[in-house]
Every structure is written in structure tokens, then in C-alpha cells.
């Protein structure tokens, strides 16, 4: 063992673009994504519990179960079917990201369990291993192995790098992030896509036009916005469809719903009038909807 305890920063994420091209013969959906980790995070403390120990996970969200159904601990499991021997693990989570919010938060808590376990075991599995890990737990977890700005593809596992002047401009950006108090759950999501048939489907070259459309100037980050979820989750949530449209009209702003929702972001530009976004999102969706200006991920957590 090299040391007892680690505390790292496990970052939400927003899509960009989030395409679904067709459907997989193992139930999931084949995605076309561009995600970017952001600044918003979870705090998670994991120290070595000692030989014989069982893991355990307590949580500063009392709605958030602490037991083999959370990611973290699924995590554990994994890395110890994988590893073999190990002595148990605390952890301990400090959590700021909403859930059910489309924003990765159970996901990037268990890359993070898995990166802070192999920390502190001496490192005996690469980044790709633990990436490849990740993917047996969740189809977003493998992009939070090492945050940063990506495209992923197939149900999300497979992680393509973008270009430095994209992941530049992306670094630049920053988005108002906002959540109404009720989530949306992602198989239900899924589920009311499926339900439309292929005509949903996204060509896949279309989709990689759009993406180098964005490529040729990253900085408007407005010709990426796309989200296949979109109109199933807006169908059933009108409030959303109707504020993020007011959002679009009365200030101009970019504006999507991340994931499979229920959060959504504005791309902001150096002089929008913040506070006036914020007083309308909370006037549309009342004093207890989640509201943050936020920037991507920049990195780096001991
Ligand atoms: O992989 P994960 O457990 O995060 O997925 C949650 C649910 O989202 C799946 O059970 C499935 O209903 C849906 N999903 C999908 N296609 C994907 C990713 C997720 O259908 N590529």
C-alpha cells in the first residue's frame, strides 16, 4: 500500500451533441457523442478500511442509497474481482451534482472509486484498463477514467480524442447549467425513444458532418447542439421545451438538455447578463431548481 487515503474531485458532464444512430443487438443504443466534463464536482475521499474490511460508503445526500446498488460500491466490487485480494475501502461522498439530471454524477463517481482504488494499491492497472472496467459498470463511466473534452461512440465506452483547438475552445466556454427539482429517468428516456422507431434514428455521416462543421470554428459551440432525447423527455416535460425556448428568444443563448435530462444549459457568451437567465429559469421552475454558471473540467485532483 502506498498511502491510506486519496480526495479526488469527480467532475459532472454535459453532451454537446449526444446522436443516436440505430439500435444494438444488446438492447443499448449506438451513440454519437461529444461530452465535456465540467467544473461542477463531487467530492470523494477514499481511504484503505483494512484487511478483512468490507467497503462502505457514506454520503452527505441522504436520498442517495449507500448500499451495493450505488455505483461506488459496484466499482469496488469490480475492482476486486479484477484485482483479487484487496483490504476493504471507505468511502466517503460529498455530492453537488444533481441526480437523475443527464449530468454523469453516479457514473463519474464510480471512475473516480476505480482510479482512487488503483491509486492507492500502487497503480497496478493502466488508464485503459481501468477504462475497460469502467465500461462493465456503466456506459458513461469509461469518459470520466481521465475527464477531459472527447467524442464518444458505440453505447458510449468507446472514447475518440478531439482535436487541441477544440478542446481549447471548449476549455473557454462557459454554460449556465440548470435542473427543475423533479429527474428523468434514463431507461424510461430511452424506452419513449425507442418507441418512435427508426425514423429517429441520426444518420451517423450526418452526424460527423455536423462535428466537423464545429471543427472548422470549435468557438461556436452553437453548430454542435443536437440531442436525439430531446423532443421525447421536452414532450413529456413542457416546461422545459417552453423556458429553455424563452431562454433562446428573449437572450439569444444556445440551449440544450444534457443526456437524457432533466438538466439543460445555456452557452453563455462574455457578456450575457447572467443573473437576468437565472431569474428566469428560477421564475419558470421555482426557488428549488438547481441554477450554476459553469466552466469544463480543468483537471487534476490529489
Ligand atoms: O449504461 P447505463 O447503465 O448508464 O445505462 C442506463 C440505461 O440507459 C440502460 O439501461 C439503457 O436503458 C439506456 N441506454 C441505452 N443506450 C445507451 C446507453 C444507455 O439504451 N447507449
Not at 467530492?43 to 454520503?59: N, S, Y
Not at 455505483?71 to 469496488?76: D, E, G, N, R, V
Not at 482504488?117 to 470520466?144: K, W, Y
Amino acid at each position: 500500500m502506498h498511502s491510506k487515503s486519496v480526495l479526488m474531485d469527480s467532475p459532472a458532464k454535459i453532451n454537446l451533441s449526444l446522436a443516436i444512430t440505430g439500435r444494438r443487438d444488446d438492447g443499448f443504443h449506438e451513440l454519437t457523442s461529444v461530452v465535456c466534463p465540467l467544473s461542477l464536482c463531487d467530492r470523494l475521499v477514499v481511504e484503505v478500511a483494512g484487511d478483512g474490511a468490507g467497503d462502505t460508503l457514506e454520503c452527505s445526500n441522504p436520498e442517495i442509497p449507500c448500499d451495493g446498488s450505488n455505483l461506488i460500491l459496484k466499482a469496488a466490487a469490480a475492482f476486486r474481482s479484477r484485482m483479487g485480494e484487496l483490504p476493504g475501502f471507505h468511502f466517503r461522498l460529498t455530492k453537488n451534482i444533481p441526480h437523475g439530471a443527464g449530468l454523469g454524477g453516479g457514473s463519474s463517481n464510480a471512475a473516480t472509486a476505480l482510479v482512487a482504488m488503483n491509486r492507492l494499491t500502487g497503480n497496478p492497472l493502466s488508464i485503459e484498463e481501468l477504462e475497460v472496467l469502467a465500461a462493465s459498470i456503466g456506459s458513461d463511466c469509461p469518459l470520466f477514467v481521465s475527464p477531459r473534452p472527447r467524442l464518444i461512440t458505440g453505447r458510449g465506452e468507446c472514447l475518440e480524442e478531439l482535436p487541441a483547438e477544440a478542446v481549447d475552445a471548449l476549455r473557454e466556454m462557459r454554460v449556465l447549467l440548470f435542473k427543475p427539482s423533479f429527474g428523468v429517468s434514463t431507461p424510461w428516456a430511452y424506452g419513449a425513444f425507442r418507441q418512435q422507431g427508426e425514423k429517429a434514428w441520426v444518420d451517423p455521416a450526418e452526424v460527423r458532418k455536423q462535428i466537423r462543421h464545429w471543427l472548422a470554428d470549435p468557438s461556436d459551440v452553437a453548430r454542435l447542439l443536437y440531442n436525439s432525447l430531446q423532443p421525447v423527455v421536452f414532450g413529456k416535460y413542457l416546461a422545459l421545451a417552453v423556458l429553455t425556448e424563452q431562454i433562446r428568444i428573449t437572450f439569444g443563448l444556445p440551449t440544450l438538455m444534457s443526456g437524457s435530462g432533466s438538466s439543460c444549459f445555456s452557452v453563455l457568451a462574455a457578456d450575457n447578463p447572467v443573473e437576468e437567465v437565472k431569474a428566469m429559469v428560477i421564475d419558470a421552475l421555482g426557488p428549488e431548481a438547481f441554477v450554476a454558471t459553469v466552466r469544463c473540467f480543468a483537471g487534476g485532483s490529489e
